[in-house]
């Protein structure tokens, strides 16, 4: 068996991997910004849903990342699924759940199994008011980021996201060279609004400009709308 | 997690200013103070759970390594991944 991964299975192995990989940088922004919280607030990237909500019955046994992310479990997970093409995923009640990037919305408080999920599709729900801070254009390694950022809202309640930025090498940040823009989501006035502080200045690997993509629960497409520079502030209303 | 403890001083004398990162096979409370990320185990076990209690041990920064010499489950292992703190390849099949 060669040793290198993207040599074996069939060419959908190949493009479910290759999309697999791609979704990890798509995030990049936000879980750098989510490390940045388990630095400052010593706050866990990988949280049980007990954190967000502390009332949920299976609030133990259900996974989150950040306080907005929900990943189904999958079978190689070894936590419940009986095969690798099905998921199991708890979701928490009193909440509206988006299918990530898309307008598909459900209500909380049930348990949804899936069979037959399709090799290259990740069952993740994004929680509602929520604001993810994406890299928008694919590239090949992580010294290539910055340029667009990509925001998505999940409406249906007030949200608020900070993206941190630094240097991405030394240990600077320790000293405060860093940038966050704070994300604001005004959920009845329909309205993003951002700012920015801190002393680090930017890079090469800096986000510069801004495309925002809102989905409201169940709309027949999600809104877009663009922003050439991020600036020190700024706001866009839909 | 002396070993940690060592790494890092050795690091900050030798290249002062920069990053210190390493993935360790097993965890010690505090060795998170000297970068040290860790992975849940050479096996195919590695869940939700483990990575969860980790987590609230104190260690955030663990993978789940992918591991499969199937390749679909390897598929759904790297997909796992991409939500978890680390995201690392690891196989020790010959």
């Known amino acids: 068996m060669p040793r290198f991964p993207y040599l074996w299975g069939g060419p959908e192995h190949q493009v479910a991997f290759r999309k697999a990989l791609n979704m990890r940088y798509h995030f990049l922004p936000h879980i750098y910004s989510l490390a940045h919280q388990a630095h400052t607030a010593l706050r866990p990237l990988a949280i049980p849903a ?3 909500f502390p009332d949920d019955p299976l609030g133990d046994s259900t996974y989150m990342f950040g306080s907005t992310i929900l990943p189904a479990a999958l079978a190689a997970d070894g936590f419940r699924t009986p095969d690798e093409n099905t998921t199991v995923v708890n979701l928490p009640a009193n909440e509206t759940w988006f299918a990530f990037n898309s307008t598909r919305a459900v209500s909380g408080g049930w348990t ?4 037959d999920v399709p090799l290259d599709e990740m069952v993740v729900y994004i929680r509602a008011g929520a604001i993810l801070c994406l890299q928008r254009d694919v590239v090949q390694y992580s ?6 950022l990509e925001v ?7 949200g608020r996201f900070t993206l941190v930025e630094d240097d991405g090498a030394t240990t600077k940040y320790l000293s405060g060279d860093t940038r966050s823009t704070e994300f604001l989501w005004s959920d009845a ?11 680090f200045s930017g890079d090469a690997n800096s986000y510069t400009s801004l495309q925002a993509i809102v989905f409201r629960a169940n709309a027949t497409a999600p809104a877009v709308a663009s922003v050439r520079s991020i600036g020190k502030g700024g706001s866009i209303t839909f | 997690m002396w070993w940690n403890q060592l790494q890092e001083a050795q690091w900050r004398q030798a290249l002062p200013g920069q990053r210190h990162f390493t993935i360790n096979r097993a965890f010690q ?19 939700h759970k483990k990575t969860l209690s980790w987590s609230l ?17 390897l598929v759904r292992q790297y997909q796992n991944a991409v939500f978890l703190p680390i995201m690392r390849v690891h196989q020790m099949h010959g």
């Not at chain 1, 949804?112 to 069979?115: A, L």
């Not at chain 2, 050479?42 to 869940?47: A, E, I, K, L, N």
């Not at chain 2, 041990?57 to 489950?73: E, H, K, N, R, V």
């Open chain 1, 189 to 199: 006035s329909s309205k993003l609004s951002w700012s920015v502080t801190g002393a």
């Open chain 1, 112 to 115: 949804e199994t899936r069979h």
């Open chain 1, 50 to 52: 007990f954190y967000e």
């Open chain 2, 29 to 47: 409370p505090g060795m998170q103070r000297y970068a040290g990320t860790s992975w849940t185990g050479d096996g195919q076990d590695c869940s």
């Open chain 1, 143 to 148: 010294d290539a980021i910055g340029g667009v």
């Open chain 2, 57 to 73: 041990y104190g260690q955030l920064y663990t993978s789940c390594d992918m591991t499969s010499p199937d390749a679909t489950i």
């Open chain 1, 152 to 158: 998505h809202v999940y409406a249906g309640h007030d």
